[in-house]
């Protein structure tokens, strides 16, 4: 074994260079190599121990065994058999090439001597050359006999393994006959299996085929089975939808009818009602102004009365005063008198004395007499006067009587007429109570027809002329209302220049002399509806300029003043706050944004600037993209977008603030602060009921859409230009959808734009929507408004489908509230 395996390895590495090697090599080289090679392969021992082997991994070398016996081909054997220690004198190969190419040089042509000399060096050097290869021979006779004898005993074993060979042979044919036979019947087997096998194989491709297509066909079938249970579940969902709808509108049908029945009654009874009470009112109105005539008469009488009663009063106290003189008077004249009578007593006493004394000159009797006589005569003329001063008081009293009889009468017909007035004005205000009662549920039915009919409500609203447009002349005789009739607060009227007159009609007509709480008061019942569970959308469109911000916003901080938004959400919280004591419990969720050339912005958002162009020039941080998403479940959001929990309408002023110094406004040439986006306030409302464990889940879009104005007009350009572009594009959007759903088209282009996705809900969905539509009542706009009010026409008559309320438990159909 470790022979063989050195055998095996000398030929490994002897083999295994030239394998390798380059094949363009010349063969002497490559012998040479070889040589190399084998001298440190095979070792001394390695011959000794078996010559036939080391001769065989001679031979083994091809490039040996088949080389021609030359010195120089030769000498690689030599060098290789040269380790056997023949005699300890070695030859190297190159000097044996040296030897035999040896000259005979460097001697004189007749130095016979040192020629002879030189010859016999060579000689002896050719002898010893000649030695070694006798010696060579020698070993290789040798080493022939010896493997001679070994081939010998190898024939012999050679000759025994060829007998065991052949008995094993014999014995193999016999298998292999056996085989042969097993190999056939196996072939036949084989044949036959493979025939199987190919049937097999045949009906494995076909069944792979088959099962390839059947996997394909299982694929398809899945796909379609998945297809047809998606529309399975989604007409499932569609029937259910159908059903409920269905089941709600037969719910609605009946209370409809019973609805009807008691509307035609009540409404049988309103009219009989309303003309009952339009005749009293009538009635009233005619007597109230009888009692008006009469109430100015009498107030007229009263005030002649009250007149004379001040004349008579000045006059008594005239009366008295001079009474009170003419007392005065007759009490002086009266002392008067008695001191004449005491002087005449004292002067006739004196008489007499005098006369009694006689010694009195008749000179001076005649003065005393005299003095006497005109006392007397002062006394008569005093009494006469004393009389008549009594006559006077006597008649002064009288009158004072008569006057005081006569306030005493009209002091009794003011107080009735008085009460007769104030009998009057309460009739009047009980008609006027019956009035707007019916106007109330007059409205009522109206909302409740249109929530049936499902259709988008339309409010019209025309703003006053702007001092501006008064300056220059503005005409307001371009838009008139109809004053009489069925129309009266639902119609508008243009009239065009040539005369042509447009008739508009609408769910309610605004004029430009109605207030921000006449219009609120219109809508308050639909904001309402989004605390009991309803999505309500309310829009304004319109030109530039023509008061949407105005109705949607106006001034929050000025009572009078404020617009749809601070109303609503004040009613919103007014309302909450009510039906707590119900076991109501409301959270609130504010969230603003504007969409502006196109793209979504958080009003709300902190880190938000100011100015778009900051965005743009300062390279900062771009601002986040929003994206619309629509939820299974019918719910409308808006990617990363702030959302505000909100409990009070002063919380909700200062966000309003806040958007405020965010929107996006410019300078048009049709309003100085023109709004250049559609800005959306979304309030979500979650009611839940602890007690009754129900839930309400409304929302309140409310949206002040960008003015919509032609090019010609706005004189827009630059980024002006591309704003009005994006507004122009997304309005006329609206315009597209608005248009396929009055179609009932199967595909509604929603995506067209960010607008018309993000109102998708409240356009073709189950909420209650209403549109402004704002006109401005100038000549130079007559134009813009005629567009706009077709448009609004045209929405008007847009139904979207039945409102839906949205609460997880099922709620009386009476509303929370009743506001
Ligand atoms: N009903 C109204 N009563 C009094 N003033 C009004 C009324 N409506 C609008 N205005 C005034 O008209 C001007 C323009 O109104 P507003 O800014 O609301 O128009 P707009 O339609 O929102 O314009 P834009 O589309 O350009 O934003 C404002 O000065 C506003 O105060």
């Known amino acids: 074994m470790r022979r063989s395996s050195a055998l095996a390895r000398a030929r490994d590495s002897s083999q295994r260079p030239f394998s390798n090697e380059n094949d363009n090599e010349n063969p002497r080289t490559k012998k040479r190599k070889l040589a190399e090679k084998i001298t440190p392969c095979v070792s001394a021992q390695d011959v000794k121990i078996s010559g036939r082997e080391a001769l065989s991994a001679v ?21 290789c058999l040269g380790q056997v220690d023949w005699e300890g004198t070695r030859m190297a190969s190159e000097e044996v090439e040296a030897l035999l190419n040896m000259k005979m040089t460097g001697k004189a042509k007749f130095d016979l001597k040192g020629r002879n000399d030189q010859m016999m060096e060579y000689i002896k050097k050719l002898r010893s050359c000649i030695r070694q290869l006798l010696q060579v021979e020698s070993a290789y006779i040798l080493q022939k006999e010896q493997q001679q004898i ?11 393994t060829e007998t065991k060979f052949k008995v094993k042979q014999d014995e193999l044919e016999a298998g292999l ?9 196996l072939e036949e087997i084989s044949a036959k299996s493979e025939a199987a096998r190919q049937e097999g194989l045949l009906r494995h491709e076909k069944d792979s085929e088959a099962l390839r297509a059947a996997a394909d066909e299982r694929v398809h079938l899945l796909e379609e089975t998945e297809k047809l249970r998606k529309e399975a579940s989604s007409a499932i969902q569609q029937v259910e939808t159908l059903q409920d709808i269905n089941r709600r509108l037969q719910e609605y049908n009946t209370s409809l009818q019973q609805y009807n029945s008691k509307l035609q009654s009540d409404a049988a009874q309103a009219i009989e009602e309303n003309s009952r009470t339009q005749k009293e009112k009538v009635a009233i109105l005619e007597t109230l102004g009888t009692v008006r005539g009469n109430n100015s008469a009498l107030q007229t009488q009263l005030d002649t009365v009250k007149a004379s009663l001040l004349a008579e009063t000045t006059q008594r106290s005239f009366i008295k005063e001079e009474l009170i003189r003419l007392r005065g008077e007759l009490q002086r004249a009266l002392e008067e008198k008695e001191k004449a009578q005491a002087e005449l007593q004292a002067l006739t006493t004196e008489n007499a004395r005098f006369r009694e004394l006689t010694g009195k000159s008749a000179a001076e009797i005649e003065v005393i007499t005299s003095q006497a006589a005109a006392l007397e005569e002062r006394y008569h003329t005093q009494t006469e006067q004393l009389r008549l001063v009594k006559q006077q008081l006597d008649l002064a009293n009288k009158r004072l009587e008569v006057a005081e009889a006569s306030l005493a009468w009209q002091r009794k017909e003011g107080h009735d007429s008085i009460s007769k007035l104030e009998q009057l004005q309460k009739q009047l205000a009980e008609a006027d109570q019956k009035l707007h009662e019916g106007e109330l549920l007059r409205r009522k039915l109206h909302n409740t027809i249109q ?6 409500r339309v409010f019209c609203r025309v703003r006053p002329l702007l001092p501006d447009e008064e300056d220059s002349g503005g005409d307001s005789a ?15 009227e243009l009239f065009q220049p040539q005369g042509q007159k447009y008739t508009f009609t609408f769910d309610k007509v605004f004029g430009p002399e109605a207030a921000q709480e006449d219009v609120f008061i219109e809508i308050s019942q639909l904001v309402q509806s989004a605390l009991d569970g309803y999505k309500v959308c309310i829009f304004a469109y319109g030109q530039t300029g023509s008061g949407k911000t105005h109705t949607m916003l106006g001034h929050p901080d000025n009572l009078d003043q404020r617009g749809v938004i601070p109303r609503s959400v004040e009613q919103i919280f007014q309302s909450s706050q009510a039906l707590q004591a119900q076991g109501w419990k409301f959270t609130m969720q504010a969230s603003m944004l504007e969409i502006y050339n196109e793209t979504i912005r958080d009003l709300l958002a902190n880190s938000r600037r100011t100015s778009l162009d900051s965005q743009r020039s300062d390279g900062g941080t771009p601002a986040k993209q929003h994206v619309v998403k629509h939820e299974p479940n019918g719910n409308t959001f808006v990617t990363d977008l702030t959302i505000v929990e909100v409990s009070s309408w002063k919380e909700v002023s200062s966000l309003l603030r806040r958007a405020a110094q965010s929107r996006t406004v410019g300078k048009t040439a049709m309003n100085d602060h023109s709004s250049r986006s559609h800005c959306v306030f979304t309030l979500r409302i979650t009611g839940t009921n602890e007690s009754t464990e129900q839930q309400v889940h409304g929302v309140l879009n409310l949206i002040d859409l960008a003015g919509s104005e032609r090019l010609s007009r706005s004189c827009a350009t630059g980024e002006r230009l591309k704003e009005t572009q994006a507004i122009n594009k997304s309005l006329s959007s609206l315009g597209d959808v608005i248009l396929a759903i009055g179609n009932k088209e199967n595909h509604i282009p929603y995506r067209n734009s960010k607008l018309t996705y993000l109102l998708q809900p409240c356009l073709g969905g189950d909420s209650k929507t209403l549109m402004f539509v704002n006109i401005a009542p100038d000549s130079k706009s007559l134009n813009e408004s005629l567009c706009s009010l077709r448009f609004a026409a045209k929405v008007n008559a847009c139904e979207i489908g039945v409102p839906r309320r949205h609460t997880n438990a099922r709620l009386p159909e009476a509303r929370l509230s009743n506001n």
């Open 150 to 160: 070994e081939l010998q005993e190898e024939r012999k074993i050679w000759k025994e």
């Open 478 to 492: 371009v838009v008139q209302y109809p004053n009489s009739g069925e129309l009266v607060g639902h119609a508008i």
């Open 177 to 185: 006959l056996e085989v042969n036979q097993r190999c056939s019947v």
């Open 59 to 79: 031979n083994s070398q091809q490039e040996l065994i088949t080389a021609p016996f030359s010195t120089g081909e030769l000498l690689p054997s030599l060098s």
């Open 451 to 456: 929530e049936l009919k499902g259709n988008i």
